[in-house]
C-alpha cells in the first residue's frame, strides 16, 4: 500500500513516499500517513495493521469506523514492573467546508483521522500511523517537527507522548480552518440581509454543518483530555527507574502538561466561536421569518383596510334597499336620492377608520429608539432628584 512517511534520519525529519509500505522494516521514529483509499476495506486486513501496534482488533470494525471519536491507550510492564512499551489510538473527525464544490458535488469534505502509536522502550522505536488526513498534513507537520526546539534530548527519547505534541498541533490547526472556513458564509448572508431575500435551503444546511463541527470539536477536547490523564499518569507513576527516580525531568514533565492544556484551551475556545457561528445563523433565521411574518401582517391589514372602506357602503345599501340606478325609456337614469348615500356612507367609513385607529394603534411599538429615550428621561430624572437632595 502507497504511503508517506516522516522520519528522523542524519539529525533531522524528512518524508518519503514508498509505494508499497512495509510495517517491518519501518524507521525506528517515525510517523507513517496513509489515505483512507490505502488502508485497507476488509476488517481481517486492517488487523495485522493494528496488531503492530498493540492496538485492540476492535478498531477493525464497522462501529469504530463510523462513531465521532475516541481515545485508548494500553501499557505493557516487564517482570520487573517497569514500563516496556505503550500505546496509544486516537480518532478525530474534522469537517471542512469547501470554497468550490468537489467532484461528488458536496461542498464539504470529512477528514476521519485515526492515530496510533507505539513506543517501546527495549526496541528504541516511537512509531505513529494516521489514516485519513489531508494531503498537505506530513508536509505540515515535517515543517512543524523542523522549527521545533525540542530535540533528541534523554527525555524525549524515554516520553512515550514526545511525538504527540506536533502532531495534536496539526489537529488544531486543522479545527481552527474548519471553524473559520464556516463563519464566511454565515457572515455573507448577514451582509446580504437587507438586500436579498433569505435562502431558507442554504441556511439550513449551513446550519447543519455548524452543528457537526461543533459535536466533532466537543469529542477531540474530550480524547484530548483522556489523552492528559494518560500523559500525567505515565510520566508520573509509571516512568522510574530501578531506584524510583522519575526517568523525566520535573521541568520536561510540567512544560509537556502546560503545552497540552493549551491546545485543550485552544480547542475549547474554537468550539466557543462555532456556538457563536451557530447562534449567528439561527439568528438569522429568526430574522428571515419575522420578516416573512411581516409582509404576511402588511397584506393583511391592507386587506382588511379595503374591506372596512367598502363594507360601510355596501352595508347601508343593502341596509336601506336602495336603488340608486334604474332603466326607463331615455336610457340610464340616478336617483334624486343618491346624496343621501354619499352623506351617510362617507361619514360612516371615515368613523369606523377611526375608531380601528385608535383602537389598535393606541400604544407605539416598542423599538430600541424609544427604550432609549426612555432610559435618557428616567436617567435625567433620576440626576434632578440627587441634585434636589443634594441641595436640601
Not at 504511503?3 to 514508498?18: F, G, K, L, Q
Not at 489537529?171 to 448572508?189: G, K, M, T, Y
Not at 466537543?218 to 490523564?229: G, K, P
Not at 527516580?245 to 466561536?273: D, T
Request: glycine residues 2%; hydrophobic residues 40%; charged residues 25%.
Amino acid at each position: 500500500m502507497p504511503a508517506c512517511i516522516v522520519h528522523y534520519s542524519s539529525e533531522r525529519w524528512v518524508s518519503e513516499y514508498v509505494k508499497n509500505l512495509e510495517f517491518d522494516i519501518l524507521p525506528k521514529r517515525c510517523y507513517i500517513f496513509l489515505s483512507v483509499k490505502s488502508y485497507p476495506k476488509e476488517e481481517k486486513d486492517r488487523i495485522p495493521i493494528l496488531a503492530h501496534f498493540n492496538a485492540p482488533p476492535v478498531l477493525a470494525s464497522k462501529m469504530c469506523t463510523e462513531i465521532n471519536g475516541y481515545f485508548g491507550s494500553r501499557s505493557t510492564y516487564g517482570d520487573d514492573d517497569r514500563l516496556k512499551s505503550y500505546s496509544t489510538w486516537m480518532r478525530c473527525l474534522v469537517k471542512m467546508i469547501l470554497k468550490e464544490p468537489a467532484e461528488n458535488g458536496k461542498d464539504y469534505k470529512w477528514y476521519e483521522m485515526t492515530i496510533l502509536s507505539h513506543w517501546d522502550v527495549l526496541a528504541k522505536t516511537h512509531q505513529i500511523l494516521c489514516i485519513d488526513t489531508p494531503k498537505e498534513f506530513p508536509e505540515a507537520l515535517q515543517k512543524a517537527l523542523l522549527q521545533s526546539a525540542s530535540q533528541m534530548t534523554e527525555n524525549y527519547l524515554r516520553d512515550p507522548f514526545s511525538m504527540h505534541a506536533q502532531l495534536l498541533d496539526q489537529i488544531v490547526q486543522l479545527n481552527d480552518e474548519s471553524v473559520w472556513a464556516i463563519r464566511h458564509p454565515i457572515r455573507e448572508i448577514e451582509k446580504r440581509r437587507p438586500t436579498a431575500g433569505p435562502d431558507f435551503e442554504s441556511m439550513h444546511e449551513i446550519s447543519r454543518h455548524t452543528i457537526h463541527i461543533s459535536e466533532v470539536l466537543l469529542v477531540t477536547i474530550q480524547n484530548f483530555e483522556s489523552l492528559r490523564e494518560q500523559q500525567r499518569y505515565i510520566h508520573n507513576e509509571s516512568l522510574q527507574s530501578d531506584k524510583g527516580k522519575m526517568l523525566l525531568g520535573k521541568e520536561y514533565r510540567e512544560q509537556a502538561l502546560e503545552y497540552l492544556n493549551f491546545q485543550i484551551q485552544m480547542l475549547k475556545s474554537l468550539r466557543e466561536r462555532s456556538i457563536s457561528n451557530h447562534s449567528r445563523l439561527s439568528s438569522e433565521i429568526v430574522v428571515a421569518y419575522n420578516r416573512i411574518a411581516q409582509q404576511d401582517n402588511r397584506a393583511v391589514s391592507s386587506i382588511a383596510f379595503l374591506t372596512m372602506t367598502f363594507l360601510p357602503a355596501a352595508f347601508i345599501s343593502s341596509f336601506f334597499s336602495t336603488t340608486f340606478f334604474s332603466f326607463g325609456e331615455d336610457g340610464l337614469q340616478v336617483s334624486k336620492q343618491m346624496w343621501l348615500y354619499w352623506a351617510i356612507t362617507i361619514p360612516s367609513t371615515l368613523i369606523i377608520m377611526i375608531v380601528w385607529r385608535l383602537c389598535l394603534h393606541t400604544k407605539a411599538p416598542l423599538t430600541y429608539r424609544n427604550i432609549k429615550d426612555f432610559a435618557k428621561a428616567r436617567l435625567k430624572q433620576k440626576q434632578k432628584q440627587l441634585t434636589e437632595k443634594a441641595v436640601v
